[in-house]
């Protein structure tokens, strides 16, 4: 991807987030805090998961 495409597409999404609605930035802001992902998932990945499962299946 050469620099002018990624400019274009920054551009793209920029006018795109600008041009939506006020009650749907809103909306969206409310359900990205909702959805928090466990602080381990966050700290190490997908590490915990892995050794979670593959105590669970012993």
Not at 26 to 37: A, F, L, V
């Amino acid at each position: 991807m050469s620099t002018n495409d990624y400019v274009k597409f920054m551009t793209q999404e920029i006018v795109r987030y600008m041009d939506m609605p006020q009650d749907e930035k809103k909306e969206r802001k409310r359900t990205k805090q909702e959805y928090k992902e466990p602080v381990s998932y966050k700290m190490f990945g997908m590490l915990p998961f892995a050794l979670k499962t593959l105590f669970k299946k012993r």
